[in-house]
C-alpha cells in the first residue's frame, strides 16, 4: 500500500512527464507506442496512478532524445 508521500511524488513525476512530452509535442498514443507500451499505461504514469521502471523511464527519454535525469528533475513536492 501506498503512504500519501509516495502517492504525491507519483503525482508530481506524472506531471513533470506530461510536461515535458508536451514539449517535445509527442502524443500521448505515440509515445505509448515508440517505447512499447499501450497508451492507458502511459495514461496512468502521467496521472500518477502507477509507478514506472527505470526501463521505462529510459526508453521515454530515448525516445524524446534527453538524459534520464531530465524526467527526474522536477520540484518535489510540487508547489504549483
Known sequence: MKNQ???DFLVAFGKHLKKVR???NISRVQLAYEIGTHEKQLRLIEKGEINTGILSIHKIATVLDLEPKALLDFR???TT
Do not use: A, E, S, T
Request: proline fraction near 11%; hydrophobic fraction near 20%; charge should be neutral.
Open 22 to 24: 508536451k514539449q517535445h
Open 76 to 78: 518535489y513536492p510540487d
Open 5 to 7: 508521500v509516495h502517492i
